[in-house]
């Protein structure tokens, strides 16, 4: 599943580890969105960690999740749609 993560942080240094840590999940497509293909339990596991990373009160995360179906009726405009990887590499 296609999980898109949407972020709003005013504090440079949260929002710079921020962005490092989401590095590790999926692809920045804009400053502050990332697309991550990953499993619901790894979504949830996610929310959790991004949940200790931000300060609630001045923050604002955002987590979309988007099903394989759905995948097929993206629009994009200047940039690629977004390509699920490959279920297996040959080596």
Known sequence: ?????VY???DDRRRTKLSKF???YGTRVQLSVFECFISL????QLYERVQKRVNPDEDNVRFYWISKENMGRTLSIGGEIPQSPPNYIVI
């Open 8 to 10: 709003d942080i005013p």
């Open 41 to 44: 339990e790894e979504m949830r």
């Open 22 to 24: 989401l590095e590790g």
């Open 1 to 5: 599943m296609l999980v898109l993560v």
